[in-house]
């Protein structure tokens, strides 16, 4: 029989939000270094990710959940960029 996991403190939970507080301040930094727009996009977009991954991890409880939960959890982004990939398939492979 296995122990269920712990689930994070107040101190975990206080943690995971200054992270999220400094990432906050990272990406709107961000936008202010010398860089091209393109980069400047693909570093917040790394930081927006992440975020992301912070709350999808802790405040939602996923990094305790077994796999089914994630299946379902991440199947919509599946469908997301399958739809996007269909709208701009005439762009894409023109």
Avoid: D, N
């Amino acid at each position: 029989m296995s122990t269920p996991p712990v689930q994070p403190t107040y101190g975990k939970y206080l943690l995971i939000w200054i992270w999220l507080i400094a990432l906050l301040v990272a990406g709107t930094f961000i936008s202010y270094l010398p860089l091209s727009k393109s980069g400047i996009v693909l570093l917040i977009l790394a930081v927006a990710l992440a975020k992301t991954a912070l709350v999808v991890l802790f405040y939602m409880h996923m990094k305790f959940e077994r796999l089914p939960l994630w299946v379902v959890a991440i199947f919509p982004f599946f469908l997301i960029g399958l739809a996007v990939l269909l709208v701009f398939s005439s762009h894409l492979f023109a």
